[in-house]
Every structure is written in structure tokens, then in C-alpha cells.
T-cell receptor, first 110, second 114 residues
Framework: GENVEQHPSTLSVQEGDSAVIKCTYS??????FPWYKQELGKRPQLIID?????GEKKDQRIAVTLNKTAKHFSLHITETQPEDSAVYFC?????????FGTGTRLTIIP | DAEITQSPRHKITETGRQVTLACHQT?????MFWYRQDLGHGLRLIHY???????NKGEVSDGYSVSRSNTEDLPLTLESAASSQTSVYFC?????????????FGPGTRLTVT
């Protein structure tokens, strides 16, 4: 099965600074690379995803980059804001099944 | 609007009892999933289904079962509840053929086994 590692497990950044979270995976057959955000007491929600034929995707302040050769992809958040405080999960997958990482708790310091 | 719901939202049960958690989606999605969420473990897949009468085991399926008799529902049954099954349970669904495997999650059920 897929082995997923996510780093760091916790991250604190000053408001306005950037945050980067990295996810490594083991299954070379994985072809879909999403990031989910989960606020306290809420359900996980997709914030950005990328397919294996694309190296980078950006949506306003968030971006995902993929290195398929090295089997890792990263979430980049720029100009962080208090509402970015949450737990973020990577979830590489294929055949419509995802394997979730253990999460990164991001805290934005005002 | 299409949605995915779970019931009950909170449940307290005793060790050894059978418990069923309901999941209902109106997205008309073929794929449905059950996860449990525990501190330090992220979301772990229990069972999943790609369509009516199809069910598959995930990485932590022992002690759980599911059945899919229609597109909208995937109930999760704990055959004999154990304290180790105290957790938050999330149901999710996704469509097929859209090019995205985005999963839409329900609000979760917090289960406590005493």
C-alpha cells in the first residue's frame, strides 16, 4: 500500500510570511495529489489538487508543486492570514482512492 | 443543493454493542468512503465502495462492515463495539469520470465506547 509522510507536523509562522508543507509518498502509480484543510471541529475540505502530468498549480495565495521523480509534493501558502490556521493533510492517490498523511498543524501568529 | 450527511452526530455506546453509523449523499456519486480520525493518525480508511453492491476493505477494516444497497447510502456497522473504536468517523463521497478524485466529506460522527 501507499506510505505517506508529511512534514513538519507543526508549523508556526508570522502573519504575512509564507508556509511550506511537504508530503512524500511511496506508490509510483499515484497520479492525483490533493491538499485538504481541516479547521477545528470541522470536516476536511479540498483546497488545491494537481494531476501527475502537471508540475505546478496556483490558486491565489496557495500553490502545489509536484516532483514525481522524487515522489514528493508540497503546499505553499503565501501572505499568510489568521484564517489559514488549521490542520492540512496531503492525500496522494489513484483509482479514486486516497491515502491521507498524518497532518500538519499550521498556526499563524498575529 | 447536493450534500452529504451523517447521523448521529454524537453517540455513546457500551462495549460489545452493535452500532450503525449512517451516511447519506445526494451528489449521486458512485464512490463512498468511511474514515476514522484519531490524534496522530490523520484519516485512516475503513471501507469503501465504488458502486451499488460493491464494498472493499481499507487499512483498518477489522471490526467494521458496510453494505451498499443504493447509490445514496453507505452505513457503517461496528459488529461489537470496543473501546479502541472510540474515534471521530467521517464519511466521504466522490464522482467518477470528472478527472478529479475530490472527496466531499460529511460533518462527522463522534463515537465514544465506554
Amino acid at each position: 500500500g501507499e506510505n505517506v509522510e508529511q512534514h513538519p507536523s507543526t508549523l508556526s509562522v508570522q502573519e504575512g510570511d509564507s508556509a511550506v508543507i511537504k508530503c512524500t509518498y511511496s506508490d509510483s502509480a499515484s497520479n492525483y495529489f490533493p491538499w485538504y484543510k481541516q479547521e477545528l471541529g470541522k470536516r476536511p475540505q479540498l483546497i488545491i489538487d494537481i494531476r501527475s502530468n502537471v508540475g505546478e498549480k496556483k490558486d491565489q495565495r496557495i500553490a502545489v508543486t509536484l516532483n514525481k521523480t522524487a515522489k514528493h509534493f508540497s503546499l505553499h501558502i503565501t501572505e499568510t492570514q489568521p484564517e489559514d490556521s488549521a490542520v492540512y493533510f496531503c492525500a496522494p492517490g489513484g483509482n479514486e482512492k486516497l491515502t491521507f498523511g498524518t497532518g500538519t498543524r499550521l498556526t499563524i501568529i498575529p | 443543493d447536493a450534500e452529504i450527511t451523517q447521523s448521529p452526530r454524537h453517540k455513546i455506546t457500551e462495549t460489545g454493542r452493535q452500532v450503525t453509523l449512517a451516511c447519506h449523499q445526494t451528489w449521486n456519486h458512485n464512490n463512498m468512503f468511511w474514515y476514522r480520525q484519531d490524534l496522530g493518525h490523520g484519516l485512516r480508511l475503513i471501507h469503501y465502495s465504488y458502486g451499488v453492491h460493491d464494498t472493499n476493505k481499507g487499512e483498518v477494516s477489522d471490526g467494521y462492515s458496510v453494505s451498499r444497497s443504493n447509490t445514496e447510502d453507505l452505513p457503517l456497522t461496528l459488529e461489537s463495539a470496543a473501546s479502541s473504536q472510540t474515534s471521530v468517523y467521517f464519511c466521504a463521497s466522490s464522482g467518477t469520470g470528472s478527472g478529479s478524485y475530490e472527496q466531499y466529506f460529511g460533518p462527522g460522527t463522534r463515537l465514544t465506547v465506554t
